[in-house]
C-alpha cells in the first residue's frame, strides 16, 4: 500500500513541472493582467449595486475556470503586490495568500472536471469560501491584529463579546462574508460565462473544455 | 486617448532617488520584516520615526506619511475591539458600566499591532514613491525574473484604468437598457449577470487578441530582451544593502538582548 503511493508521487512529480509549464500559454499569460483588472474592476460594480458582495477575487476565479490552477495562483498573488505597488500598502502582499489559496483551489476543482453542474458549482463556491475564511484568518491576525476597519469588525466583535473562542470568532466572522461573495455570485457568474463562451474563444483556453 | 498608468512614484532629483531599486527593496523588506520580530512595541516607534531621515532625504517628508490616513480607521477598530475583548485578559485598566472593562493586555496588544503597522505602511510607501516600477522589474529582470513576469507586472499598471473604464461602460450602459441597480436584494442580485458578463467576454477577447499580438511579435523566443530602462548597480548600492541586512540584524538582537 505504502508503495504503491510513493510510486504514484514520483510518477507525478515528474509530470507536474511540464504540466505546469504548458499551463503558462501565452493567451494565459496575457489573461494575468486582465483577471488583476477585472479584481479591481468588481470594486465599482460592488459600489454600484451596493451589497456586501466584495467581487474582489472574481477575476482570479474566472481565471482559475480558463487556464487552471497555476496561472490563477500566479495571477491572484499578483493582484495583491501589484495593489501594494500602485497604492503603496505593504500589508496588501501578505493577503496574497488568499488569492493565491483561491485561485489554486478554483483551478485544482475545474482540473479535476468538478464544475459541471449547477450544485457542484455551488459545493465549490462553499468550499472556496471556508478556504478563503481559514487563510484571511490567519493573515488577519498575524498582520493587523484581526482587525480590518470595516464593518466586519462589528460581526467579529459581537461573536467576541457573546464569550466565543477568539479563532472561532474570526473565521466566523469571516466566513460569513465570504460566503456570500464565493458561494453565491464569485462563481456562477464566471461558470455561466464560460458556458456562454463562443467557441471560437473557447478553443484557446486549456480548461475551458472541463467545464463546458 | 493618452494611456493613464497608475503610478504613485514621485519624481524628484534625489540620492535616494537613484539608488537602485532593488536596494530600496531590500530595505523596506528589511524594516517591514524587523517590525515582525522585534521584542516590543518601543523598537517598533524607533524603527518607526527612523523613516524620517530617508524621507527628509528623497525630499518627500509630507507625502511618506500619507498611508496614516487610512490606517487610522483601522486603528479605531483595533483599539475599540482587542481593548474590550481580547482573549488573553487578565488584568483590568478602568472599570465600566454593564459588565464592560477595558483590559490591559488587550491595549498592549493593540499598541503593539498598530506600532507594526506604522512601520510596514510607511517603509513600503516611501519604496513605492521612489521607485518606478519599470526600473525595478527592468532590475529584476536583470537577475533572472521571467521575462513574462516582467511583462505582466507592467502591463497590469496599464491594463487596470482600461478595465476600470471599460466596467463604468458597461455599467451605464445597462442602466440606460434599464437595468435596476437599485430596490430589493432580488433584484440587484439578478443585476450581477448583465453587469459581470460583458465583462468577462470583452476580456477573453481582449485576451486573444493581445495574445496573438505579442505571438506576432516573437513574445516567447526564447533570447536576450532588450529593455527601455537601463538600471545600475552601484558600489553605493552595494554598501547600502549590505549595511541594512546587517544593521537590522544587530537591532533585532539587540532589541532581544536589552
Redesign the interface.
Known amino acids: 500500500m505504502v508503495k504503491k503511493k510513493t510510486k504514484k508521487k514520483t510518477k507525478a512529480k515528474k509530470g507536474i513541472i511540464e504540466r505546469i509549464k504548458s499551463e503558462f500559454t501565452t493567451v494565459a499569460i496575457v489573461m494575468i493582467p486582465i483577471a488583476i483588472g477585472i479584481n479591481q474592476a468588481g470594486r465599482l460594480i460592488h459600489q454600484a449595486l451596493g451589497l456586501p458582495i466584495w467581487l474582489d477575487t472574481i477575476g482570479t476565479i474566472f481565471t482559475a475556470m480558463l487556464c487552471g490552477p497555476w496561472v490563477a495562483g500566479v495571477g491572484g498573488f499578483l493582484t495583491n503586490v501589484v495593489t501594494a505597488l500602485i497604492y503603496g500598502r505593504a500589508t496588501s502582499v501578505f493577503f496574497g495568500t488568499v488569492q493565491l489559496g483561491i485561485g489554486m483551489l478554483a483551478g485544482y476543482f475545474t482540473y479535476k472536471g468538478w464544475f459541471k453542474k449547477w450544485w457542484q458549482v455551488f459545493l465549490g463556491g462553499v468550499g472556496i469560501a471556508v478556504t478563503a475564511a481559514a487563510i484571511s484568518s490567519v493573515i488577519v491576525v498575524f498582520v493587523r491584529g484581526g482587525v480590518s476597519g470595516a464593518g466586519i469588525d462589528l460581526v467579529f466583535g459581537f461573536f467576541l463579546a457573546m464569550g466565543q473562542n477568539f479563532w472561532t470568532s474570526i473565521f466566523a466572522s469571516r466566513f460569513l462574508v465570504e460566503i456570500l461573495d464565493k458561494a453565491v455570485i464569485a462563481v456562477f457568474v464566471p461558470w455561466l460565462s464560460i458556458k456562454r463562451l463562443p467557441d471560437r474563444y473557447a478553443r484557446m483556453f486549456k480548461y475551458a473544455s472541463k467545464i463546458r | 486617448m493618452p494611456e493613464a498608468v497608475?503610478?504613485?512614484y514621485v519624481k524628484k532629483k534625489s540620492f535616494f532617488h537613484k539608488l537602485n531599486p532593488l536596494t530600496k527593496l531590500v530595505l523596506?523588506v528589511c524594516a517591514?520584516t524587523l517590525s515582525f520580530l522585534l521584542k516590543n512595541f518601543m523598537y517598533n516607534l524607533i524603527l518607526f520615526f527612523f523613516i524620517i531621515p530617508f524621507a527628509y532625504e528623497a525630499k518627500l517628508l509630507r507625502q511618506v506619511f500619507k498611508?496614516l490616513r487610512?490606517l487610522f480607521?483601522?486603528f479605531?477598530?483595533?483599539f475599540?475591539?482587542?481593548s474590550?475583548?481580547y482573549?488573553f485578559r487578565e488584568t483590568v485598566l478602568v472599570q465600566l458600566p454593564f459588565g464592560f472593562a477595558i483590559w490591559l493586555e488587550g491595549l498592549l496588544?493593540?499598541v503593539?499591532?498598530?506600532a507594526r503597522?506604522l512601520v510596514?505602511?510607511v517603509?513600503?510607501?516611501l519604496?513605492?514613491?521612489t521607485t518606478h516600477?519599470g526600473d525595478?522589474v527592468s532590475e529584476l529582470k536583470e537577475r533572472g525574473m521571467p521575462h513574462?513576469l516582467g511583462?505582466?507586472?507592467i502591463?497590469?499598471?496599464q491594463?487596470?484604468p482600461?478595465?476600470?473604464s471599460?466596467?463604468?461602460v458597461i455599467?451605464e450602459a445597462q442602466r440606460s437598457r434599464g437595468l435596476e441597480?437599485q430596490g430589493s436584494?432580488i433584484k440587484?442580485?439578478k443585476?450581477?449577470?448583465p453587469?459581470?458578463?460583458p465583462?468577462?467576454?470583452g476580456?477573453?477577447?481582449?485576451?486573444?487578441e493581445?495574445?496573438m499580438a505579442?505571438?506576432a511579435r516573437a513574445?516567447?523566443a526564447e533570447c536576450d530582451k532588450t529593455r527601455y530602462r537601463d538600471v545600475k548597480f552601484t558600489k553605493q548600492d552595494k554598501l547600502i544593502t549590505a549595511s541594512s541586512i546587517i544593521l537590522s540584524i544587530i537591532y533585532g538582537v539587540v532589541s532581544w538582548l536589552l
Do not use: C, H, K
Not at chain 2, 476580456?203 to 486573444?208: G, K, L, P, R, T
Open positions: 497608475l503610478i504613485s523596506a517591514i498611508p487610512y480607521i483601522i479605531v477598530f483595533l475599540g475591539i482587542q474590550f475583548f482573549p496588544y493593540a503593539d499591532i498598530s503597522l510596514i505602511m517603509y513600503g510607501y519604496f513605492v514613491l516600477p525595478l513574462w511583462y505582466v507586472l502591463t497590469t499598471l491594463l487596470i482600461r478595465v476600470t471599460q466596467t463604468e455599467i441597480t436584494v440587484r442580485l443585476a450581477y449577470t453587469l459581470l458578463g465583462l468577462f467576454m476580456s477573453v477577447q481582449n485576451a486573444v493581445r495574445a505579442l505571438e513574445f516567447r
